[in-house]
C-alpha cells in the first residue's frame, strides 16, 4: 500500500480504538451488572446501529461482495424474514425480558425451566458463538496475510488484543457506543465504493448500462419462488428457514440480547429492533450492488482466472501449472471477445436497436458460461495441486479490487471498513461470551456468594480468556465455500434447539425443565448428524426443524412421563 493510505488506515483505527477508550474513562467504578449489561440508558438509534454493527462483521464486507460477483443478488433473500422475526420478538419476547430484568437471556430458562436448562442453553450458545468469534477475526486477518505476507497467528493477535482492550475497559456500554462510530465509517465505506466503481466504468457505461449488463447473466434477479429443500437462498428458505435462525439469533444469542437490554426503556430497545428489521435488508442489497457492480467492472478490464494470489502460488511449480497457463491463456481470449461484444450492447441499449441488443445479449450469456466453465477448471487444479485447500476464491474477490483498481488513500479507508467491522462484532461477542461465562456458569454454579468486585474482576478476565480463545481459533481456521455461509452454517447447528428450547419455554406452560432437556439433547445429537453426515446445503432448514423437533419432543416426553411439576 501507499503510504498515504497507510496514514488513512492507521489513522482511522487509531482513532477508533482512542474512541472507545475515551467513552470508558468512567468506567472505573461500574458494577459487575453495569460491565456485562451496560448502564441500560442507550437510546433507539444506539442499539439499532449496535445490533446492525454486531451483526455486520468484516464478514458482511468482505464475502458478501464476492457472494454478489458470483451469485448476483439472491442472497439477499435471505433477510427477507428479518422483519417478521423482529416485529415477533418485539412484540412477544422483548416485554418478558425488561419485566425480569435479566443481564442474560439464559437466567429467563432458569425461572422458567431450572438450573440445568440456564447451563445446557448457555454452553450450547458459549460453544457456537465461540466459534464463530474465531471466524470474524480470520476474516480480515486473511486480507492481512495475504497483502502483506505476515504470520497469521501475529495477526490474529493484533486483530484480537485491540477489541480485548478497549471491551475489558468499558464493558457493554463502550462497546454500543464505539459501534455507532464503526458503524458510520462501515456504511461510509460502502457507499464510496459503490460510485467508485460506477464512475470507474467506461464512458456510456451509467448505472442503467451497467445493471442491464448484469442482468444478461441473472445477477441482478432478487427472488427465486422455486422451493428447492436443497437450495440454500431463495424466497421459501428465507422467509421460513432463516426467519427461525433470525429469531434464534436475535431473541437467545447474548450478543444480540445484550444490546437491546441496555436500552433506556422497553420502547427505545422496540424501535431499536425494528430500525435494524427495516434497514438491514436495504444494506445488504447495497453491499450485494457492490458485488455486482465489481462484476460488471471486470467486465470491461480484464480480470484474473482465479482472484486468489494464494491459490495461484500453490499452482506455481506444481504439476498442474502447464494446464493452468492454459486456461489462463483461453480467459484472456474469452474475455477480448465479450469486450467486443459489450460495445455492441451498450450501444444497442443506448440507440434502441433491439435485434442487435438481443444478439449481443446471446452471445454474452454464452461468453459468460464459457469463462465460468474456465473459473470451475482452475479450482479443479487448484485443488489437485493441494488437496487440503478450498478452491473458491469468492471471499478474494473485493479485496483483489480494492487493492487494484481504487484510488490511493482510499484503499486505507476501505481496509479501515472491513476492520472495524470485524472489531464491532468481535467486541459485541466478547462481551456476550464474558457475561453468559460469568452470569450463568461462573456466578451461578462455581463460585458463589462473592463480593460484586470479585465478579467484576472475573468479567475482565473472561472477556481476556475469549479473546485468547477465538484468537487460537482463527489461527487454526479453514475457509468454508465462503465467510458469510460458514458463520450461517455454524449458527444453524446450534440455534434451531436454542429457540426450540425458548419457545417451549414461553408457549409450552404445561412442559417441564425434565422434559424439554430430554428433547434438547436429542434434537441437537439429530441436527448435528444431519449437518455432518447427511447434507450441509439445507441448512437453514434446520433452524425451524431443530425447533420444531424440541417443541414436539418435549410435549411427546412430558405428556408420555409427567416428569414432576417442574414447569413454572
Not at 24 to 33: G, H
Not at 124 to 147: E, K, M, N
Not at 174 to 180: G, I
Not at 544 to 561: H, K, Y
Request: proline share 2%; charged share 15%.
Amino acid at each position: 500500500m501507499h503510504t498515504l493510505d497507510w496514514m488513512v488506515l492507521v489513522g482511522t483505527l487509531a482513532f477508533v480504538f482512542l474512541y472507545g477508550l475515551w467513552r470508558t474513562r468512567k468506567a472505573r467504578d461500574v458494577s459487575s451488572d453495569d460491565f456485562l449489561a451496560g448502564k441500560r440508558d442507550l437510546p433507539w438509534w444506539t442499539i439499532g446501529l449496535s445490533i446492525m454493527a454486531t451483526q455486520a462483521s468484516a464478514i458482511t464486507f468482505l464475502s458478501t461482495p464476492g457472494q454478489g460477483y458470483s451469485d448476483g443478488m439472491q442472497f439477499v433473500q435471505f433477510y427477507f424474514g428479518l422483519p417478521i422475526a423482529m416485529i415477533f420478538l418485539a412484540i412477544f419476547i422483548l416485554p418478558v425480558y425488561y419485566k425480569l430484568h435479566i443481564t442474560t437471556a439464559y437466567e429467563f430458562l432458569e425461572q422458567r425451566f431450572d438450573l440445568r436448562m440456564r447451563s445446557l442453553t448457555a454452553v450450547l450458545f458459549l460453544i457456537q458463538r465461540g466459534i464463530a468469534a474465531s471466524i470474524s477475526i480470520y476474516a480480515p486477518s486473511i486480507i492481512l496475510c495475504a497483502v502483506f505476507g505476515w504470520n497469521l497467528a501475529l495477526t490474529n493477535f493484533a486483530m484480537a488484543a485491540f477489541v480485548v482492550i478497549y471491551t475489558t475497559s468499558g464493558g457493554s456500554d463502550a462497546v454500543s457506543r464505539t459501534q455507532e462510530l464503526q458503524m458510520s465509517i462501515m456504511l461510509g465505506g460502502l457507499i464510496t465504493a459503490f460510485f467508485l466503481i460506477l464512475y470507474n466504468l467506461p464512458e456510456g457505461v451509467g448505472l442503467n448500462e451497467a445493471w442491464e449488463i448484469a442482468g444478461v447473466t441473472g445477477k441482478t434477479q432478487v427472488i427465486d419462488w422455486t422451493f428447492d429443500w436443497g437450495d440454500r437462498y431463495n424466497f421459501w428458505s428465507g422467509i421460513l428457514g432463516a426467519t427461525f435462525l433470525f429469531l434464534s439469533y436475535f431473541g437467545t444469542d447474548q450478543s444480540q440480547v445484550g444490546r437491546y437490554l441496555s436500552g433506556r426503556s422497553l420502547k427505545q430497545s422496540r424501535f431499536g429492533l425494528l430500525f435494524n428489521g427495516f434497514i438491514k435488508i436495504p444494506m445488504q442489497f447495497l453491499v450485494l450492488s457492490v458485488g455486482v457492480m465489481v462484476f460488471v467492472f471486470f467486465q470491461f478490464q480484464r480480470p484474473p482466472l482465479h482472484f486468489s494470489d494464494a491459490h495461484r502460488v500453490k499452482v506455481a511449480g506444481s504439476a498442474q501449472e502447464a494446464a493452468f497457463v492454459q486456461l489462463e491463456a483461453r480467459a484472456d481470449s474469452v474475455f477480448v471477445q465479450k469486450r467486443q461484444v459489450l460495445n455492441d450492447f451498450t450501444t444497442a441499449i443506448q440507440t434502441g436497436e433491439a435485434e442487435r441488443e438481443a444478439s449481443a445479449r446471446v452471445s454474452l450469456i454464452d461468453l459468460e458460461k464459457q469463462r465460468a466453465t474456465l473459473r470451475a477448471e482452475a479450482e479443479t487444479l487448484i485443488k489437485a495441486a493441494d488437496p487440503g485447500t478450498d478452491s473458491s476464491d469468492k471471499d478474494y474477490v473485493f479485496i483483489h479490487y480494492i487493492l487494484r483498481h481504487i484510488p490511493k488513500g482510499i484503499i486505507g479507508l476501505m481496509i479501515a471498513m472491513i476492520f472495524c467491522a470485524s472489531w464491532s462484532t468481535t467486541a459485541s461477542e466478547l462481551s456476550a461470551l464474558s457475561a453468559t461465562s460469568v452470569s450463568d456458569i461462573y456466578r451461578r454454579s462455581l463460585v458463589q456468594g462473592r463480593d460484586d468486585h470479585h465478579y467484576l474482576k472475573a468479567s475482565k478476565w473472561a472477556t481476556v480468556l475469549w479473546g485468547v480463545f477465538i484468537m487460537l481459533f482463527a489461527t487454526y481456521a479453514g475457509l468454508f465455500d465462503n465467510l458469510i455461509q460458514a458463520v450461517n452454517m455454524v449458527g444453524s447447528i446450534f440455534y434451531g434447539t436454542i429457540l426450540g428450547i425458548f419457545f417451549t419455554a414461553f408457549f409450552l406452560k404445561k412442559v417441564g425443565g425434565q422434559a424439554v432437556f430430554y428433547a434438547a439433547v436429542i434434537t441437537q445429537a439429530i441436527v448435528a448428524y444431519l449437518f455432518f453426515y447427511v447434507d450441509k446445503n439445507p441448512y437453514l432448514w434446520y433452524n425451524p426443524l431443530g425447533c420444531g423437533l424440541v417443541m414436539i419432543l418435549g410435549w411427546l416426553l412430558e405428556s408420555a412421563f409427567s416428569f414432576g411439576k417442574s414447569a413454572k
